[in-house]
């Protein structure tokens, strides 16, 4: 009998043990918890800022590209009109100087 009350004082104090290093392991489980949540939130709002440099370099670069490819249609109509004006005046030269 004595031998059965010594086995569950050992029982009680390892559980004692398991409690004591269960409630310190959810303690350090907390603490990195709260320091995940902490990055997380940081990288999160280092990616906004981010992202809204890059919309701003987007929103400057398409006012660029819409007024070179403006000018890129006045060239082309410019060099159409002079093919046509070229043409014209062969047509004219020729109807002047028909034989």
């Known amino acids: 009998m004595a031998d059965l009350e010594e086995r569950v004082s050992n029982l009680e104090k390892k559980i004692s043990e398991l409690e004591l290093n269960i409630n310190k392991s959810l303690n350090e489980i907390k603490v990195s918890l709260t320091e995940i949540s902490t990055t997380l939130k940081n990288n999160a ?55």
């Open 45 to 99: 709002s280092s990616g906004d800022l981010k992202n809204e440099l890059i919309e701003k370099d987007v929103k400057s670069n398409s006012k660029r590209i819409d007024v070179l490819e403006g000018n890129q249609n006045k060239i082309i109509w410019v060099i159409v009109m002079a093919v046509i004006g070229l043409i014209g005046e062969a047509v004219i030269y020729y109807l002047q100087n028909k034989p």
